[in-house]
């Protein structure tokens, strides 16, 4: 029986990052896997655990088909290593952090995966977005307008896009997804 794909997905300082790297250990156990994203960012920049490549690489990478997934976001280009095709068939779930712009053509990709959307209130996220100092004030509030969008649709074709909340506790959002990784799981009782 083939793995799962679970499709993280949020905006930018919902906790994605976070969520991954305390989940990761809980999800091991679970027998689910973290992918690591190829992103073509400088190496000084702060966030993900990542393989960070540049634009002539990931070019090379992305031609020799050395992803199952690749798209462009906010200027750089992210793609997910094609070593997941084989995690999947051996029944490994796999998590993955994915871009709700992509979720439609990862969905072509991936028919079964379970898309999960990372929420956020919209003052947390503004404080996270400050304490970073990243961004512009101007571009905190293009980032919230923007998280709206995020939550406008349940579902996709006939997939449920699955909610976390992620306002709170880091350790409530871990257990949240553990538990919502196993009733997906379940089989169809009706």
């Known amino acids: 029986m083939d793995g799962r794909l679970i499709y993280l997905m949020g905006p930018s300082g919902s906790g994605k990052d976070s969520l991954i790297e305390a989940a990761r250990g809980p999800l091991r ?9 190829v992103i073509t960012r400088s190496a000084e920049s702060v966030g993900e655990d990542a393989i960070e490549v540049s634009r002539e690489e990931f070019k090379r990478r992305r031609s020799n088909g050395d992803f199952a997934l690749s798209w462009q976001a906010n200027g750089l280009d992210y793609g997910i290593p094609v070593l997941i095709d084989q995690w999947l068939k051996d029944g490994r779930d796999v998590l993955i952090n994915g871009s709700r712009g992509h979720l439609a053509e990862a969905q072509r990709r991936f028919p079964t995966l379970l898309p999960v959307l990372l929420t956020v209130e919209d003052e947390v996220l503004r404080e996270r977005l400050l304490l970073r100092g990243r961004e512009s004030p101007a571009e905190i509030e293009a980032r919230l307008r923007r998280n709206a969008l995020f939550t406008a649709d349940d579902s996709i074709g006939d997939t449920q896009i699955r909610r976390l909340d992620n306002s709170g506790d880091l350790a409530v959002t871990v257990a949240s997804l553990l538990e919502l990784l196993s009733v997906s799981a379940e089989p169809d009782r009706t």
């Open 29 to 37: 156990a679970h027998h689910c896997d973290v992918v690591r994203r």
